[in-house]
């Protein structure tokens, strides 16, 4: 087994006539979920994602369902998850997060173009497929196949990537693809610093705000001494953004990923960068190395706030009966682990 949460278990499959090894991801459903309206959506979704082609979109190979079992073959991510990779190297370097981003907005500005929101952007949904930080974007349970003008209101991802408009109350629930950018900005801040911006850590009686409270107000910082691991204490001294809380000297790469930040980071999903101009940013085409020798050492030595895998409260899978199903698959794993035997239907 390769990995399991809440909803599914992951397995290794190799392709008898090619050798070629993939991830099954298997999903158990409630059997009282047969509603055709709800299993025609479903089918849509899922034949739609079965269209995506993009060298930074994990594949879905097949998918198709055996009594009270929804099965998807995916492309196999060697390296495992991005939020594995944060979690030991404590942070990641100013260019490795710019090569990760680099493919995470071409990838999201792909599904923009065919009017796909993901939903659930995430650590955990990053799949790395080798040591060079090639990724590509996984987890596509909640993504929905939307218009440019059409809204959707249905509860969905998880809390601390949430975009503000997801928490709120029913009534006024209406957000467009404007919430995979906030969610992109929190895996940033994380891949930069190694924490989260926002987090029930925070919570005190100097700052009394829970978790969907810093998120629907927009209360973040960048606080002394994780921002200060590309200080360069010779540069010129530059205006500081309102959203620092300390009047500290930072290189020109620096204060771009914080305007970055900044803009992406905000609250009125209408002023939110779009994808586009995350990808024109001066931090994304013109930045370089700004990393200052020892200090990232001191900064590892610290104490951080805590980076925790979280779960995604997925909305109820429905039973599907597609047409087609994927044949040809053997039980092998290659490291040798002992998978159930699936009865695949041929």
Same mark, same amino acid.
């Given at each position: 087994?390769?990995?399991?949460?809440?909803?599914?278990?992951?397995?290794?499959?190799?392709?008898?006539?090619?050798?070629?090894?993939?991830?099954?991801?298997?999903?158990?459903?409630?059997?009282? %979920?047969?509603?055709?309206?709800?299993? *025609?959506? @479903?089918?849509?979704?899922?034949?739609?994602?079965?269209?995506?082609?993009?060298?930074?979109?994990?594949?879905?190979?097949?998918? =198709?369902?055996?009594?009270?079992?929804?099965?998807?073959?995916?492309?196999?991510?060697?390296?495992?998850?991005?939020?594995?990779?944060?979690?030991?190297?404590?942070?990641?370097?100013?260019?490795? %997060?710019?090569?990760?981003?680099?493919?995470?907005?071409?990838?999201?500005? !792909?599904?923009?173009?065919?009017?796909?929101?993901?939903?659930?952007?995430?650590?955990?949904?990053?799949?790395?497929?080798?040591?060079? =930080?090639?990724?590509?974007?996984?987890?596509?349970?909640?993504?929905?196949?939307?218009?440019?003008?059409?809204? %959707?209101?249905?509860?969905?991802?998880?809390?601390?990537?949430?975009?503000?408009?997801?928490?709120?109350?029913?009534?006024?629930?209406?957000?467009?693809?404007?919430?995979?950018?906030?969610?992109?900005?929190?895996?940033?801040?994380?891949?930069?610093?190694?924490? +989260?911006?926002?987090?029930?850590?925070?919570?005190?009686?100097? =700052?009394? !705000?829970?978790?969907?409270?810093?998120?629907?107000?927009?209360?973040? *910082?960048?606080?002394?001494?994780?921002?200060?691991?590309?200080?360069?204490?010779?540069?010129?001294?530059?205006?500081?953004?309102?959203?620092?809380?300390?009047?500290?000297? =930072? %290189?020109? *790469?620096? @204060?771009?990923?914080?305007?970055?930040?900044?803009?992406?980071?905000?609250?009125?999903?209408?002023?939110?960068?779009?994808?586009?101009?995350?990808?024109?940013? +001066?931090?994304?085409?013109?930045?370089?190395?700004?990393?200052?020798?020892?200090?990232?050492?001191?900064?590892?030595?610290?104490?951080?706030?805590?980076?925790?895998?979280?779960?995604? +409260?997925?909305?109820?899978?429905?039973?599907?009966?597609?047409?087609?199903?994927?044949?040809?698959?053997?039980?092998?794993?290659?490291?040798?682990?002992?998978? +159930?035997?699936?009865?695949?239907?041929?």
């Amino acid at each position: 087994m390769l990995g399991k949460d809440r909803n599914a278990e992951v397995f290794i499959r190799i392709a008898k006539s090619t050798g070629q090894f993939y991830a099954v991801k298997i999903y158990t459903i409630p059997l009282n %979920t047969n509603e055709k309206a709800k299993e *025609d959506r @479903l089918r849509q979704e899922l034949a739609t994602l079965h269209s995506v082609s993009h060298p930074n979109i994990l594949d879905l190979i097949e998918f =198709f369902n055996e009594e009270d079992k929804i099965y998807l073959v995916l492309d196999l991510a060697p390296e495992r998850e991005l939020f594995e990779l944060v979690v030991q190297k404590s942070k990641l370097t100013e260019p490795e %997060t710019r090569a990760v981003f680099q493919q995470l907005f071409h990838a999201v500005q !792909y599904l923009r173009d065919r009017n796909i929101v993901h939903r659930d952007i995430k650590l955990e949904n990053i799949m790395m497929m080798d040591k060079n =930080f090639n990724l590509k974007l996984a987890e596509f349970d909640l993504a929905k196949i939307i218009g440019d003008e059409d809204f %959707t209101t249905t509860f969905c991802g998880t809390l601390s990537y949430a975009a503000p408009e997801i928490l709120a109350v029913d009534r006024g629930r209406k957000h467009t693809k404007a919430v995979d950018v906030w969610s992109l900005e929190v895996v940033l801040y994380i891949c930069f610093c190694g924490f +989260p911006p926002f987090s029930d850590e925070l919570y005190s009686r100097d =700052f009394p !705000y829970s978790l969907s409270q810093q998120i629907k107000s927009g209360r973040f *910082d960048y606080p002394s001494p994780y921002w200060d691991s590309v200080r360069d204490p010779a540069s010129k001294s530059l205006d500081v953004p309102p959203s620092l809380s300390d009047k500290t000297k =930072f %290189t020109a *790469d620096l @204060l771009g990923l914080v305007d970055l930040i900044d803009h992406m980071l905000v609250v009125e999903p209408e002023k939110r960068f779009t994808i586009g101009q995350c990808l024109a940013h +001066p931090w994304m085409t013109e930045g370089g190395s700004s990393s200052v020798p020892g200090v990232v050492d001191e900064l590892n030595e610290m104490p951080h706030l805590g980076l925790t895998r979280e779960w995604t +409260p997925l909305s109820t899978i429905n039973n599907i009966d597609p047409d087609e199903v994927f044949r040809d698959f053997d039980q092998v794993s290659p490291a040798g682990v002992t998978v +159930p035997t699936v009865s695949l239907s041929i």
